[in-house]
Each structure stands twice: as structure tokens, then as C-alpha cells.
């Protein structure tokens, strides 16, 4: 935001609303793209390297990065695959995201499911009053 400030294309209430749509939109179309990339097996080093040039931002590089690595840590648990390998060691949260729909197997536009458990193991969630991922 202090870039723009600065550069004047955030100057009232106006202008900093049609940034922020900018944003959004160029912003999630790039990480809809990086994770369709990632999910397609595109080379994940040169993957991440495209999100860090296209996130200016200290911060933001940071905490995608920082979500990247939470995704891997669950997604290598929820869907053991040795896709998981190939990613850089703090990956960007959109590369890790296309990793995560290729390990679960999920064809294009839905996301990967939890994995499968037995029965017994339902039984006993749902007796503990944890009713999540039952089927």
C-alpha cells in the first residue's frame, strides 16, 4: 500500500478502492495460475521464482511463503506423495497449492478431498464429537 501512496495511485477513498479490485483481481488470477502450473507438474523451482517476481512486497513474499510451508506440512500428512519432494524448501502458497490438488488426485476446478478412513476410525470421531471429514 506504501508503494502505491507513494507512486500517487492511491490518492482518496475512490482511488483506493479501484486499486484494491485491481489487485484482487490480477492477484488471484496469477495464483490461480501458478497452482494450476504446480498441479500440471510444471517445474516447481522456476514456479516459485514466478511468485516471488511477481509479489513486490517484502511482506507478502514472507507470508506466502509462510503459508506454503503450514500446507506442505499438513498436505504431506493428508496426502503422502512423493510430489511433495520436488518443491523448494519454503515454497510460495500458490505453488504448494497445486501440489497439494496433484498429491490428492482432484481433477481441475475442485479441490482434494480428505483422505479416506476406515470405518472404525469414523465411528470413533464421530463418538468423540468430531464429526469432520466423516462420511
Known amino acids: 500500500m506504501e508503494q502505491a501512496i507513494a507512486a500517487g495511485l492511491v490518492r482518496d477513498p475512490s482511488s483506493l478502492a ?5 489487485r ?55 496426502w503422502p506423495s512423493p510430489l511433495w519432494d520436488a518443491l523448494p524448501a519454503a515454497p510460495h502458497h500458490p505453488v504448494a497449492l497445486g501440489v497439494a490438488a496433484a498429491a490428492g488426485a482432484c481433477p481441475p476446478g475442485t479441490p482434494p478431498r480428505p483422505p479416506r478412513t476406515s470405518r472404525s476410525a469414523a465411528r470413533r470421531r464421530r463418538r468423540s464429537g468430531c464429526s469432520r471429514w466423516t462420511r
Open 18 to 22: 479501484a486499486f484494491l479490485l485491481r
Open 24 to 78: 484482487l483481481t490480477t492477484s488471484g488470477a496469477v495464483a490461480a495460475g501458478l497452482a494450476a502450473a504446480a498441479c500440471d507438474g510444471g517445474d516447481l523451482a522456476a514456479l516459485d521464482a514466478e511468485a516471488d517476481a511477481r509479489t513486490p512486497s517484502p511482506a507478502l513474499r514472507a507470508a506466502s511463503r509462510q503459508q506454503g510451508r503450514g500446507l506442505v506440512r499438513v498436505g504431506r500428512r493428508a
